[in-house]
Nanobody
């Protein structure tokens, strides 16, 4: 079973950039669709971005479109989230998630579609 470990979070000034990484181990990474979600204090976990097994399909939340980019490197068993033009409202714990899928083009956008989760990494954007 795949295990996920996020890294790359931190404190950044508004307008800045961060790149999150999620390293997978213990399974066939290329068989999994991958997603990023976030949860701010007092709020529910929300979808950020998702990518299909080969990277051919990507989905984004409206709030991050044009600012965030999800990508994956199957040779390194890693998925990335490049975050640019960060805003204070992007402050949250960011979680990586994985779902074993048969369809190559699948990139789920709901949390209940994923059954494997990382521990999260904190992103704080100052104003």
């Amino acid at each position: 079973q795949v295990q996920l470990v996020e890294s790359g979070g931190g404190l950044v000034q508004g307008g800045g950039s961060l790149r999150l990484s999620c390293a997978a181990s213990g399974g066939s990474f290329s068989a999994y669709a991958m997603g990023w979600f976030r949860q701010a204090p007092g709020k529910e976990r929300e979808f950020v971005a998702a990518i299909s097994r080969t990277g051919g399909t990507t989905n984004y939340a409206d709030s991050v479109k044009g600012r965030f980019t999800i990508s994956r490197d199957n040779a390194k068993s890693t998925v990335y989230l490049q975050m640019n033009s960060l805003k204070p409202e992007d402050t949250a714990i960011y979680y990586c998630a994985a779902r074993f899928v048969m369809l190559v083009s699948t990139a789920p956008t709901t949390a209940d579609a994923y059954d494997l989760w990382g521990q999260g990494t904190q992103v704080t954007v100052s104003s």
